[in-house]
């Protein structure tokens, strides 16, 4: 088993900042992708950032510049700093993991239970 856990999220004024992070642990042989999503009130869930296994980083075209994802793979965690957070980002927020949990081939998506941001004056 794998799990996903999330920290960092809760109330911020706009410009403001936040830094989330997501620890995976359990059985592990090896993490590919890792990403953020986040799901908006009332709205589907969507894609915030995703980075590679060797540092690659795409984002969406709404946090481009705002945003950064990075991780450290000694410590199987994923990192989004928020910078300049809008109204607009108010959302849950959710990280996912491809992770191979052993020697065998096999890989699968893990999914956390998603933090609160919410960006408000």
């Known amino acids: 088993q794998v799990q996903l856990v999330e920290f960092g999220g809760g109330l911020v004024q706009p410009g403001g900042s936040l830094r989330l992070s997501c620890a995976a642990s359990?059985?592990?042989?090896?993490?590919?992708?890792m990403a953020w999503y986040r799901q908006p009130p009332g709205k589907q869930r969507e894609l915030v950032a995703l980075?590679?296994?060797?540092?690659?980083?795409v984002y969406a075209e709404s946090v481009k510049g705002r945003f950064a994802i990075s991780r450290d793979n000694a410590r199987n965690t994923v990192y989004v700093q928020m910078n300049d957070l809008k109204p607009e980002d108010t959302a849950v927020y959710s990280c996912?993991?491809?992770?191979?949990?052993?020697?065998?081939?096999?890989?699968?998506?893990?999914w956390g239970q998603g933090t609160q941001v919410t960006v408000s004056s």
């Open positions: 359990g059985s592990i042989f090896a993490i590919y992708d």
């Open positions: 980075i590679t296994n060797n540092g690659r980083a």
């Open positions: 996912s993991a491809v992770v191979r949990p052993s020697i065998r081939p096999d890989v699968y998506d893990y």
